[in-house]
């Protein structure tokens, strides 16, 4: 029997084997032949090698990243995607597709709710939008001094060395790789405390914006679901405070911009409209295949910065439409297609209804899991993101982290459930993650109840 099928027959979701292990089983992979071989065999010998060792999104017990299964009518369009392998760039390589990519953008604007002259581009991933929000951001403080940044690059600015960007301390690291991409390293990020529910904390962020220097500081990220706990930064406020000093506000909605198309959760996000850019993610919870990302702009003009012109591809006097002139890839994937065709065959309800199951489950889980013996919340949950402790009586204090992480080896080995942890202050907390529609609260409990029976 092979390791896929053993797999489904116990309550496996991965194989939770070794690295060793893995790398072992994947060798034959690599071994590139002079002769081919037949689809049918090279079927055969990846159902041995690899999928064994694939993790299975759509099984309840995968609770630990935002990963999910493809939703069917995503799954369409993206088969449809390969078929036509369009490069949707501009007019000229794709006219359908680039003038897809250009309606889809404008539809996203107006099914969150961003005012009418904003705009969108697709994007490889969070990081990739997070990063060409923050070059916006420094652009327009350079336009603000005067300069150009495109063309004199940091060094037009009279102290580069004192160029800073706020964000809350559990900011997403890709903000890291942005200010060290951009040139101003890390010890341009300015991390602001977050208050009990791990959200920015309005009073620190006014402190550090006085400590700082106004004029320093050329941009502000909050996050719309944090990636450890899934908080959200009370945005209102800080783009408010960031407009009224004239400063770009970012926020990064990766993860969690998804849930402000559910009524309930919908007030956590107001101030999102006010915001100069948005990240956001369809390959988290909309169940699109990766990669696809989108990064939003107020004001489409803001997308000029990017503006790249050439003699024999996107010159300037062409008048058709160009996706390509608002971000970097130059041959980019027909991201559009398998969005689109996934709010077609799904339709807002539905799609509202999947985001809203796996909210619910976390939050229904969490007030259970607070009247439980020997478990601890760490703290009331904003989205999907379920943090607690084991902590059974009598337990030295200084050995509750040890045992989080001794519970997390241990289920993690067994490969019957994924869950992840994470730090919140000094304490290490297990985390569980619900993306996918089919994790319930009583999925939630019953790992919960495990990590407990295993402390
Ligand atoms: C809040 C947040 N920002 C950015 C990212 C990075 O997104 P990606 O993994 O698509 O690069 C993530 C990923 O989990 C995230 O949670």
Redesign the pocket.
């Known amino acids: 029997m092979s390791d896929e099928k053993e797999n489904k027959k116990t309550a496996r979701i991965f194989s939770g084997a070794s690295p060793e292990k893995v790398a072992q089983d994947l060798s034959p992979l690599i071994h590139f032949k002079e002769q081919g071989m037949p689809l049918s065999e090279l079927r055969a010998l990846l159902e041995k090698s690899l999928f064994p060792h694939l993790m299975n999104y759509a099984s309840p017990q995968f609770q630990s990243?935002?990963n999910t299964f493809p939703e069917p009518g995503a799954k369409f369009g993206a088969v449809l995607e390969i078929q036509y392998n369009q490069g949707v760039t501009n007019w000229q390589v794709s006219p359908g597709g680039a003038m897809l990519e250009e309606l889809c953008a404008r539809a996203l604007c107006h099914m969150f709710g961003f005012p009418p002259d904003s705009d969108a581009t697709f994007m490889?991933?969070?990081?990739?939008?997070?990063l060409q929000a923050l070059f916006l951001a420094l652009h327009r403080h350079a336009e603000k001094q005067g300069f150009d940044l495109c063309q004199k690059g940091i060094t037009g600015f009279e102290n580069p060395e004192k160029l800073f960007l706020l964000c809350s301390e559990d900011?997403?690291?890709?903000?890291k790789h942005a200010v060290r991409t951009l040139g101003l390293g890390e010890k341009s990020l300015v991390p602001v405390k977050v208050d009990q529910n791990r959200r920015m904390d309005v009073n620190h962020f006014q402190q550090k914006i006085d400590q700082t220097g106004r004029k320093n500081i050329f941009g502000v990220v909050a996050?719309?679901?944090?990636?450890s706990t899934g908080s959200v930064d009370p945005l209102s406020l800080i783009a408010e405070i960031s407009i009224n000093e004239n400063i770009w506000v970012h926020i990064?909605?990766?993860?969690?911009l998804a849930y402000s198309l559910v009524p309930e959760w919908e007030p956590l996000f107001q101030g999102k409209e006010l915001a100069d850019s948005v990240?956001w993610?369809p390959?988290?919870q909309f169940g699109v295949p990766?990669?696809n990302?989108v990064l939003f702009v107020k004001n489409e003009q803001d997308f000029e910065r990017m503006t790249l012109y050439s003699d024999y591809f996107n010159p300037s006097q062409d008048t058709h439409p160009n996706p390509g002139l608002k971000s970097a890839p130059s041959t980019r994937p027909f991201s559009a297609l398998p969005l689109i065709t996934s709010i077609l065959h799904q339709g807002l309800k539905k799609i509202r209804h999947r985001l809203r199951s796996p909210l619910e489950a976390v939050k229904k889980a969490a007030v259970q899991i607070q009247s439980e013996p020997e478990l601890e919340l760490c703290l009331k949950p904003d989205t999907g993101i379920l943090c607690f402790q084991v902590v059974p009586k009598n337990i030295k204090p200084d050995k509750i982290n040890d045992l989080q992480e001794m519970i997390y080896n241990e289920i993690m080995s067994k490969g019957e459930n994924a869950l992840s942890k994470t730090k919140i202050g000094d304490k290490t907390a297990l985390r569980l993650v619900a993306v996918s529609p089919a994790v319930q609260s009583r999925h939630l409990l019953e790992t919960a109840y495990l990590c407990r029976s295993i402390a």
């Open positions: 990243m935002f490889y991933c969070g990081t990739s939008a997070n900011a997403h690291f890709s903000l996050t719309a679901g944090t990636t990064d909605g990766a993860y969690g990240s993610d390959h988290k990766i990669p990302s």
